[in-house]
């Protein structure tokens, strides 16, 4: 989309937090319109499960290197 190029907008920093929370605020409330307010709420469930995992992840640096070991590519193909 070429009028997104140009966009060089960053929310007040000293309102940042109010800033995004109406955005995520209304793209929920827009969310439960379209869909319904029970799988609005699974699919927020699965949101938040999925960042604790990858918060978990980011924090376990053995468990990050386990992850990376096992789909890292081999050598010689």
């Known amino acids: 989309m070429r009028w997104f190029r140009g966009l060089n907008w ?5 309102h940042s937090g109010e800033v995004i929370g109406a955005i995520v605020g209304g ?4 969310f439960v319109i379209i869909v319904g ?3 609005a709420l699974v699919v927020a469930m699965f ?3 999925g ?3 990858g918060r978990y992840i980011d924090v376990n640096e053995e468990l990050k290197e386990n992850i990376a070991r096992r789909f890292r590519q081999p050598r010689g193909r």
């Open 10 to 14: 960053q929310p007040p920093p000293e």
């Open 27 to 30: 793209l929920l409330g827009l």
């Open 37 to 39: 307010f029970w799988r």
């Open 47 to 49: 949101i938040a499960i």
């Open 51 to 53: 960042v604790a995992v």
